[in-house]
């Protein structure tokens, strides 16, 4: 009888090289044949606020149906293909593989979903390994069970997109990636549902990292389709030799979802709390715009930094009283700055009234009248004259922003942040069928296979 094997890895990789999703691609690749897969390979973006990531703290999750002996085989594939690609020379490197067979259980899921904001401990991933269908491997100090186990359990049943994946010829690792620029804007421009390939606003082109991993391009989309699309309209300039399609909760906000009052908020957490705002916006030395923001329960900072551009001028425009909800991670208390919120997206709730308050004029000299001490009304130095009953002249200032959702450009997102353009879109249920999905990694695997 067949079963059901979900295979999650994590924390493969360092910043010297690899890539946890390349080593995914390398396994599908390998175990194509034996087994057929349950959906994509899912790429799962946890917890951006955790201090071991190397990047973006991406985990895998490969899903798979097939007979005993062959998923046996399958995870042989996995642990000879993860031990021979994993970067422990690197301190910072504690790969972890979770095997799990059959359902996932309700239990899991929350461990998943607490992974997208929280902080876990391994001791918590560890308790999973009592339950009969699910084996842990650590290497290192086993860290990456956690995220293992924490791509397992999210089967990205809400909001999701695609990403298309590229790779790189191992000789070409830590040089500069060669492509034509202007292909990028052609495919960008020929494939509406694809996004984040170019920040216009800044000239740059976001398709192709930077480091020394395997990856040459992500394309990111909200059909399989259209990033294939955008995909065969890319001119690379060096080869490729692998590629793969992953589903994933990459730009869906969905590590954003947890409410706290500003007393309760924790160091490295994904949170969204509310407040009114207690101290106008400054900026310090490194152009990193800070306000403070209070609720009835504390005060908190909260920061705009500067690769976030044109964002800090929008924030830069609230008022003392300006009434916010906003979402972000939690910078730990440091020597130089307190416990601060780094700002993913802010809310406008309320904007108070902006007033230029000014004395009133003299009736007599027409001087502006200076005040004669507190509740005791203006003198006009002048012209000697009092004015008991004067009043402040007030005259409303109009405000540059408005009520409103507010996020960084582009260039600034992190892999879970949901862009301007897909907001109000949202995929759920709309994931291949078990023969499409079978039938589109065929194709890639069969050009893997021939390119690696
Ligand atoms: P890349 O994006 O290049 O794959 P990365 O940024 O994903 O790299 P990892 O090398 O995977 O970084 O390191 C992240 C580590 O943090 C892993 O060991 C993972 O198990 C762990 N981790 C992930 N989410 C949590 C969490 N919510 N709580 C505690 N640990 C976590």
Not at 13 to 33: F, M, Q, Y
Not at 121 to 142: P, R, T, V
Not at 279 to 292: A, E, M, V
Not at 380 to 397: D, G, L, M, P
Request: glycine share 6%.
């Amino acid at each position: 009888m067949k079963k059901v094997l979900h295979i999650g890895i994590d924390d493969t990789d360092s910043l010297k090289g690899s890539c946890t999703t390349h080593l995914a691609t390398t396994i599908v690749t390998e175990i194509a044949g034996y087994v057929s897969f349950l959906d994509l390979p899912n790429l799962i973006r946890l917890n951006p606020n955790i201090p071991y990531k190397t990047r973006g703290n991406g985990a895998v999750a490969i899903r798979i149906i097939g007979e005993q002996k062959d998923l046996q085989e399958c995870k042989e594939i996995t642990i000879k293909t993860t031990e021979k690609l994993a970067r422990f020379e690197d301190e910072n490197t504690n790969p972890g593989i979770a095997f799990l067979m059959g359902e996932i259980s309700g239990k899991l899921k929350a461990f998943s979903k607490q992974a997208l904001w929280d902080v876990l401990s391994i001791a918590q991933a560890e308790m999973f390994q009592e339950n009969a269908k699910i084996d842990l491997l650590k290497y290192g100090n086993g860290r990456g069970i956690i995220g293992a186990l924490a791509a397992i359990g999210n089967l990205l049943e809400e909001d999701f997109t695609y990403e298309h994946l590229s790779y790189r010829h191992p000789k070409n690792y830590g040089t500069k990636r060669a492509i034509d620029e202007q292909s990028v804007y052609k495919a960008d421009k020929a494939t509406p549902l694809t996004f984040n390939n170019i920040d216009y606003e800044y000239n740059s082109v976001l398709i192709t990292p930077r480091g020394a991993d395997p990856v040459f391009s992500g394309i990111r989309g909200e059909t399989v389709k259209e990033v294939l699309a955008a995909w065969e309209l890319l001119e690379p300039l060096e080869p490729i030799v692998m590629q793969m399609v992953f589903r994933t909760n990459q730009h869906t906000n969905q590590h954003l979802f947890k409410r706290f009052k500003i007393n309760q908020l924790k160091a490295h957490q994904a949170i969204i709390t509310s407040g009114v705002v207690s101290r106008k916006p400054r900026y310090i030395p490194g152009r990193h715009l800070i306000f403070s923001l209070k609720d009835e329960t504390g005060e908190i900072d909260c920061a705009a930094y500067e690769p976030t551009k044109r964002f800090r001028n929008i924030m830069n425009q609230l008022l003392v009283g300006d009434e916010l909800e906003v979402s972000g991670g939690v910078r730990p208390t440091a020597d130089k700055h307190p416990l601060t919120i780094n700002l993913e997206r802010v809310r406008i709730i309320k904007l108070i009234e902006d007033f230029k308050k000014e004395n009133p004029f003299c009736d007599q000299c027409g001087a502006r009248l200076k005040s004669a001490g507190k509740n005791k009304g203006f003198k006009c130095f002048k012209c000697s004259a009092v004015y008991r009953n004067k009043k402040v002249i007030q005259t409303e200032r109009p405000r540059k922003i408005t009520i409103g959702e507010y996020i960084p450009p582009a260039i600034a997102h992190r892999h879970l942040t949901k862009p301007q353009v897909r907001m109000g879109r949202d995929n759920t249920g709309t994931q291949l069928s078990e023969r499409e999905t079978n039938a589109l990694l065929a194709k890639l695997i069969e050009f893997n296979r021939a390119n690696n």
